[in-house]
């Protein structure tokens, strides 16, 4: 169930947005092993001239995406791995990206969120031991 949530520089136009969510949810199943039915992603776009590195407005594009996981289901290079891929893959699609853009995966306790209403160590414990 991670949530992704990616903030952009410029506005790279509807299709070149729909390729990125696609491609975001397709490294978040294919590296992180999340189910591809619960994995939700917003994109925000900065307006013009709100994006500032070193206290000076950006040059060319950047980006920051930030992933809440819950604590635990992720390997220290599973996550690596992600980072880097994200990298390649919004260089690939939308062009060079200034070295200050960020990956950020958030372990969060599985006591501390949760969907339609029920936590995640909830969900784990329902779940019958034959499923973990």
């Known amino acids: 169930m991670p949530y992704l949530h990616l903030t952009l520089s410029h506005h790279p136009g509807a299709e070149r947005m729909a390729h990125v969510a696609q491609a ?15 994995t939700a992603l917003t994109i925000e776009v900065t307006p013009e001239g709100q994006w500032f590195v070193g206290g000076a407005s950006l040059p060319g594009q950047s ?3 930030d992933i809440k996981v819950t604590d635990g289901t992720n390997t ?20 060079p990206m200034a070295a200050a853009s960020y990956v950020v995966v958030h372990d969060v306790d599985g006591r501390a969120w949760g969907y339609q209403g029920r936590t995640q160590a909830a969900r784990r414990q329902a779940l019958p031991q034959t499923a973990l």
């Open 24 to 38: 975001l949810t397709d490294l978040t199943v294919d590296l992180l092993g999340k189910r591809r039915e619960l």
């Open 63 to 65: 980006y920051q995406l």
């Open 76 to 95: 220290s290079g599973e996550k690596a791995r992600f980072i880097v891929q994200v990298n390649t893959t919004l260089e690939d699609l939308l062009g």
